[in-house]
């Protein structure tokens, strides 16, 4: 018996089979490595219970015969799809970007579930389905939904998608509305960003907007963390939670000054005008957690100290430490 990781080589992908197979787990990943790397999985790939393979999941002919072949090696019992395009900006540049690589491997995933009977889905959704609330607190039974990026209404798309799967074909789908999740190993984000900005003018730190964008951030382990507990905890045949930091967040002004702390001190910071740093950016938001906190789970870290010790980690990343 088996689990599928799509996505396995991006950042949460990684992570995630690293701590499944550490489980006992017998894991398989699927990655087109146009955004993940080999590299994130070197610390897993001659796991003797880990197999990769190099699939597009657009490609829904060499998907099947790939995941079939799988299947009858070891039983899949269940799917964590978290293939998706991540990066927002590129999904505005062109939305053929986030049709193909959210939506339809989505899509794909589910037909091939259908015809191998695999009946269980976790999926990695966002806070982007909610779109731009303003001040109003995002919980799950908000709506209607808005999305003003591409990657956001792909991604609700998917949500609806696997809804109807489980009124088809499914017994049990855990969808995961993810907040900012950072830590290693850093692939993109803010604080990537910053750090390799600094790389280039050591003594100055230029920032996209005004800073006073302020967002929930969770370190990956702790999301991960969080999903093993909704997929063991909930039981209706449709879950859908959101996961994040039990606060109101931190300013990119804040990340901004705790990067130059760690990786540059004394550099100063310019700040640009307005409170987006990019078209389908959401400046601001109030991510409500009660549902999983109901549930039984809690997040350790706050978001300040989640981006505390990521920007330790990223720095060190960036240095080859």
């Not at 370190?219 to 930091?245: C, P, Q, T, V």
Request: glycine share 8%; hydrophobic share 40%; net charge negative.
């Amino acid at each position: 018996m088996s689990i599928l990781i799509t996505g396995v080589a991006g950042f949460i992908g990684c992570n995630l089979a690293r701590v499944m197979l550490g489980h006992g787990k017998t894991v398989i990943g699927f990655d087109n490595l146009c955004r993940g790397s080999m590299k994130n999985l070197e610390p897993i790939i001659q796991h003797s219970c880990f197999k990769f393979l190099n699939v597009d999941l657009t490609d829904i002919d060499s998907y099947r015969i790939a995941l079939q072949a799988a299947h009858q090696r070891s039983p899949v019992t269940e799917i964590w799809h978290l293939a998706a395009n991540s990066d927002i900006p590129a999904g505005v540049m062109d939305s053929g970007v986030d049709l193909r690589d959210t939506f339809m491997t989505t899509h794909n995933t589910l037909a091939l579930m259908k015809e191998l009977s695999i009946r269980t889905m976790s999926f990695s959704s966002s806070s982007a389905v909610y779109g731009d609330l303003g001040s109003k607190e995002l919980v799950e039974d908000a709506g209607p939904l808005f999305p003003i990026s591409y990657y956001g209404a792909m991604k609700l798309a998917s949500e609806a998608a696997i809804s109807a799967a489980v009124e088809s074909h499914l017994d049990h789908a855990y969808i995961f509305r993810f907040p900012n999740v950072i830590g290693i190993p850093a692939t993109h984000g803010v604080i990537l960003d910053f750090i390799r900005k600094l790389k280039d003018t050591p003594d100055n730190l230029q920032v996209l907007g005004n800073g006073t964008q302020q967002k929930s951030y969770l370190h990956a382990d702790e999301l991960i963390e969080a999903m093993f507990f909704i997929r063991s905890h909930a039981k209706d045949r449709l879950n859908y939670h959101n996961i994040g930091a039990a606060d109101e967040g931190v300013t990119v002004k804040f990340i901004a000054e705790t990067v130059v702390t760690q990786a540059s001190p004394g550099a100063s910071i310019t700040f640009g005008e307005g409170n987006k740093g990019w078209v389908g950016d959401v400046p601001r938001f109030c991510y409500s957690i009660e549902k999983l906190t109901k549930l039984g789970w809690q997040p350790k870290l706050s978001s300040a100290q989640a981006i505390d010790k990521a920007v330790g980690q990223i720095v060190a990343q960036e240095s080859g430490k």
